[in-house]
């Protein structure tokens, strides 16, 4: 049979006891403190804090100079008129008189230089100098005209003065193309017979056909 443990050795049944005897203990202890030692305080603590130390400075006033005010300005020499001539000035009155009439200028006239006049048939009508054949000659075909293979004939009117220079031209039947512009400057360059009436040279405008062919 096991030994069982013996009740003397057994702490836990004390514990209680030896429990409630601490508690008893220190609440003794409490109330004997509060009783004789009631203002328990520490000492006063003291801290040292250290001091910075300024150095004030002595700041010295300036003082505020006036500067001298600037030279003046050389006077600015005007000739005065004498009296001599003074005397000469008559001074014509400035009053207006609103109720005087006053002509208005005459009308501007603008010189008007007349054209010539150019006679449309006379006895004799202008020629080119060299024919038809020289004003062919200067004619030049253009690249556009060439590739779209533009062919006929363009008509010039030319204004032939009394000394046979052409001092207009204009297309009345033209092709385009750039051909229009290559016939004006060959009639323009070419000089001409001037026309004639009644034995007088004169000014005569005239139509010169101009023929246009990518054959020849």
Partial sequence: MAELKKPEADLRRSYQRVFEICVIVALVFMILAFKFFPAMSGGEKIAQVSQELFNVEDVQ??????RP???PK???LIEAPS??????IDIASTELDVSAFVE???PKVEKVEAEPQYFVAVEEMPTPIGGLAGIQKRIQYSQI???AGIEGRIYVLAFVNTEGIVTKATIT???GAGLDESALEAVKATRFNPGKQRGKPVNVQVSIPISFSLRN
């Fill in 83 to 88: 009296e001599d001539v003074l005397e000469d």
């Fill in 61 to 66: 006033q300036t003082k505020q100079e006036n």
């Fill in 145 to 147: 005209a060439i590739r």
């Fill in 104 to 106: 208005a200028p005459p």
């Fill in 173 to 175: 039947k033209g092709l």
């Fill in 74 to 76: 050389p006077p600015i």
């Fill in 69 to 71: 005010p600037p030279p």
